[in-house]
């Protein structure tokens, strides 16, 4: 199988093992994912002529592509697929814009629409005994506020020692510690931090797995395949218009099927 191909570290491996017994233990394995194509989306290496006049009519120019500038906003497809091809119903293509750094304010917009997503059309559609596959991206790991570990950077040294004295640790001699100290105290409870879209997984009382996929190693997610397709081709013929209706015309049509 692809996955088994795809071991390239000891983590790989470890996830790709997991993946394996899931199979045989007979669950289904479904992938969820997302991308982004723009208006100025195209290969990239494009036939230039650096001294064109565009002249008079614009459609007439013969000076090449013009390479794109604005790689953050565009169209955003997210969809789930299995062995059988895209999961029927459970698209969600919309115009937005990925966050740019950490701090954005776009993030947590693109936080809660995930999270609506998979609780509103993944969730319902998966059968019992299904694995969710997905990857380590910020918007698929927003934590529930009251498990969040505390850090050395936002938080007093008197919230630390409440936290740390709500789950049960002795906290008598910890005045005299520094929030360095006490973080590494905290960081023992990692296993009580919860994800927002696994407890949404958990609350649908279904019989549904989370499994995240290691950092920096997509070619573990046989969507990629699906994602470099549909972006080689609008790249190539440069239809963005109708990039949402072509790309729900091949999920209908399970044309991409044979990548998985």
Known sequence: PYLCAAVV???????????IRYRDDGWSL?????????????????????????????FLYEGGMEMGTREDEGVIICHTMSEGGFLAGADDVFVGRKPVYP??????DNEERFEEYIRSKVVPLLPEKSVLVLDKASTHMRVCPETKLPKSSGWRKSDIIS??????????????????????????????QEYVVDR???ESGKQIKVLRMPANHSELN?????????????????YFISVITR????????????NY
């Open 103 to 108: 701090i954005d304010p776009r993030l947590k």
């Open 200 to 202: 949404i997984v958990k």
């Open 9 to 19: 570290s000891t983590q790989s491996t470890g996830n790709s093992w997991e993946i």
């Open 247 to 258: 790309f729900k015309r091949l999920g209908k049509r399970n044309i991409y099927q044979h």
């Open 163 to 192: 936290w740390l004295q709500k789950r049960g640790e002795p906290t008598d001699n910890m005045g005299t510690l520094v929030i360095p100290q006490l973080v590494e105290i905290a960081r023992k409870y990692s296993d009580y």
């Open 30 to 58: 479904f992938y969820t994912d997302e991308t982004l194509v723009n208006e100025d989306h195209c290969s990239t290496k494009i036939w230039q002529r650096e001294t064109a006049d565009r002249g008079p009519l614009p």
């Open 222 to 238: 046989p969507m990629e395949l699906i994602w470099s397709r549909l972006k080689g081709e609008v790249a190539e013929k440069k």
